[in-house]
T-cell receptor
């Protein structure tokens, strides 16, 4: 069966510090991978999605970057965090070969920038 | 204009009520449609897919109108446990494959 792991679950970081969130998927190959952010009381905002190794599409201009060094690994990074980067970050995967696929989410990382 | 738009609510309804959520999408190339449920401080989970012919799962009925680019979710006989945020989701084709786009969600509070 497929599983998705995302860590850490909770993170408190000072303004200006770097960030690295990691997400890995098991039990499938060639997934589409996504990073979403959810601000408090708001909906999900798509930040990045990837259809393959090294292929990253950015949806919104921001202080973050993403990388996909391996097929089932997706990393969200920042060199210098801003207060506005606080939020609930969710990694997800979908099948690539079938459009009627549901999205499977990791348990999320709650980031607080102080 | 957002690609997927929903009324944010909140909807406050008594137990037993029928409540309907609406969603519109902007891109006619959208291919698949879903409703997800998100509980407070948790990740979203699939509630049901939405098919052109309409589909039902117990107290939940989903409908799709491709001509109007409109999706709906009807919940009958609301339960306290239905309190959550309901997210409209669209899979849209594009270069290299497709991507999954979420609406901002509609919050539902069911009260005794």
């Amino acid at each position: 069966s497929q599983t998705i792991h995302q860590w850490p679950a909770t993170l408190v970081q000072p303004v200006g510090s770097p960030l690295s969130l990691e997400c890995t998927v098991e039990g499938t190959s060639n997934p589409n991978l996504y990073w979403y952010r959810q601000a408090a009381g708001r909906g999900l905002q798509l930040l990045f999605y990837s259809v393959g190794i090294g292929q990253i599409s950015s949806e919104v201009p921001q202080n973050l970057s993403a990388s996909r060094p391996q097929d089932r690994q997706f990393i969200l990074s920042s060199k210098k965090l801003l207060l506005s980067d606080s939020g609930f970050y969710l990694c997800a995967w979908t099948r690539r070969d079938y459009t009627n696929t549901e999205a499977f989410f990791g348990q999320g990382t709650r980031l607080t920038v102080v | 204009r957002k690609e997927v738009e929903q009324d944010p609510g909140p909807f406050n309804v008594p137990e037993g009520a029928t409540v309907a959520f609406n969603c519109t999408y902007s891109n006619s190339a959208s291919q698949s449609f879903f409703w997800y449920r998100q509980d407070c401080r948790k990740e979203p989970k699939l509630l049901m897919s939405v098919y052109s012919s309409g589909n039902e799962d117990g107290r939940f009925t989903a409908q799709l109108n491709r001509a109007s680019q409109y999706i709906s979710l009807l919940i009958r006989d609301s339960k306290l446990s239905d309190s959550a945020t309901y997210l409209c989701v669209v899979n849209k084709g594009g270069p290299g494959g497709f991507k999954t786009i979420f609406g901002a969600g509609t919050r539902l509070f069911v009260k005794a």
